[in-house]
């Protein structure tokens, strides 16, 4: 029996970007991984938030991701598109990129941190004891590991076989998504009737002078709205004929689709992301209308918050404890998404008293206020854990400072490439004695301190910053709490 400190089911995004969280920090870790390889069938899902944008960009990787994708302003609810150009950050734009790409990408990093892929096999159970669980696989074999984590999407059999509660609201509206190939050439673009949104578009494209150019023929992505919920077989090429028929009159000629599938606004979250040695990350922990590209995004951010922590408590320098603050502080930034998502649907059904309250809702994102408030939701960039009464920047998202040190300028997230924790000191040096797992920098910034939809906020004298890019401690000129904070999120020295 193969043995892993951690083995992780599912390699989409989330499981991707977990296993890289943890070869970083040194942990033996492996993926049980049902494709032969990282090839989807068709595109998927697409874009990255900004948010997203910078945990890649604090690991050194963001590049890879942007010179693929398309930059543009994609944080938008119910529609309504919201401008954050102007937000503090370096990356205030989304990225148009489809999750074939984003995956590859993904596994391309992984690969390079050699993490072992168990291809073409899937968990069908497990069996957890106090020191570790015994991991069954589809082709006969076992695995052992000190912890199991399900990335394993919304039906999750680690999540089922863990007994943790998934409850939520069941779908009221469906469609069908799907690419394929058209005889003739289609009306591009969206559609609404009486019964919800639909759209054509081209997924081959190039990027001439800045602009999306879609050539004839070729692949087309197809949404349908479907006039009845319910189905849950299935779908196939006559429903997805009967479906654009019902919608524009003509199927124009489909054939040899690349995939078909069927999408809902069923909305869920799991009551527990651990149960002992067993979490869930990504769809497996919270699934919803894919409205507004959130899910995606949120699991990588899952990872990235998990990732260390486990790494820690594998490691033996946190105590267990450490992972009940996964949950505590995923949990609720996952709700939050689960009740914006469900929102955006209902401001966009194909009613005319709701088209007035859409129009009213658009109106209002117009403003100033209201556009950078729900921008930075969209994006991400407002995500804020609970760790207290404090300075403004404690539980939120370093800003990526040009900091000037004695060993010249250097950027916040270059310092977190490798995940660890950083104590940055902007005041007097001082000779407390940390951790050495932690990296201490004394330097200085001269500029102004702000944060997405908050505003400029008041220099702090000295951050203590987790390697998930959110602060931990914020100082006042003392070396005040500082003792706890690392001794709560990094262990004792």
Request: aromatic share 6%; glycine share 12%; charged share 25%.
């Amino acid at each position: 029996m193969a043995e892993h400190a951690v083995v992780i089911a599912g390699g989409g995004p989330t499981g991707l970007m977990l296993a890289g969280e943890l070869a970083l920090a040194g942990v033996d870790v492996a993926i049980v991984e049902r494709r032969a390889n990282q090839e989807l069938p068709g595109s998927r899902a697409g874009g990255l938030h900004a948010r997203t944008i910078e945990v890649f960009d604090q690991r050194g990787i963001a590049d890879r991701f942007l010179s693929e994708g398309q930059v543009v302003q994609v944080a938008a609810f119910a529609g309504t598109r919201l401008d954050i150009s102007d937000f503090p950050t370096r990356h205030p734009y989304g990225l148009g990129l489809w999750q074939n790409h984003i995956e590859r990408i993904l596994a391309g990093w992984v690969d390079e941190l050699a993490v072992p892929i168990y291809r073409e096999r899937e968990v069908t159970g497990f069996a957890q004891d106090d020191s570790g669980v015994d991991v069954a696989l589809s082709d006969g074999q076992s695995l052992r590991a000190e912890y199991l984590v399900g990335c394993d999407g919304g039906r999750s059999l680690v999540r089922k076989a863990a007994g943790i509660e998934f409850p939520g609201w069941d779908p009221t509206t469906s469609a069908l998504l799907a690419e394929v190939e058209m005889a003739e050439e289609p009306e591009l673009g969206m559609r609404r009737t009486a019964f919800g949104i639909h759209s054509l578009g081209k997924v081959e494209y190039e990027i001439r002078d800045g602009e999306v150019v879609y050539e004839e023929g070729g692949t087309v992505r197809v949404m349908v709205t479907e006039e009845h919920v319910g189905s849950t077989s299935e779908p196939t090429l006559r429903d997805l004929s009967e479906g654009l028929i019902a919608v524009y009159g003509t199927d124009y000629g489909i054939h040899s689709p690349t995939w078909i599938t069927r999408f809902t606004d069923m909305t869920r979250q799991a009551a527990a992301y651990r149960k002992g040695r067993v979490l869930l990350a990504g769809d497996a922990a919270h699934l919803h209308s894919p409205v507004g590209g959130q899910g995606l995004n949120t699991g990588v951010q899952d990872a990235v918050n998990l990732g260390w922590k486990l790494a820690q408590v594998v490691y033996g320098t946190s105590p267990e404890s450490l992972l009940d603050s996964y949950h505590a502080e995923r949990h609720p930034v996952a709700a939050r998404v689960l009740r914006n998502t469900m929102a955006q649907v209902a401001l966009m059904r194909a009613d005319d008293r709701i088209e007035a309250l859409r129009d009213t809702v658009s109106e209002l994102l117009s403003m100033d206020e209201p556009r950078t408030r729900f921008g930075a939701m969209m994006s991400g960039l407002d995500i804020h854990y609970d760790l207290g009464e404090g300075h403004p920047l404690l539980g939120r998202r370093m800003p990526d400072l040009d900091l000037v040190t004695p060993a010249g300028t250097v950027r916040v997230f270059t310092l977190l490439h490798d995940a660890h924790p950083v104590l940055l000191n902007l005041g007097e040096p001082w000779g407390f004695d940390i951790s050495p797992r932690v990296l201490a920098i004394d330097a200085e910034y001269a500029g102004d301190w702000e944060l997405p939809a908050l505003g400029q906020v008041t220099a702090p004298a000295a951050v203590l910053i987790r390697p998930d890019g959110y602060v931990a401690w914020v100082g006042d000129g003392t070396e005040t709490g500082l003792r706890d904070a690392l001794t709560t999120w990094f262990g004792s020295s």
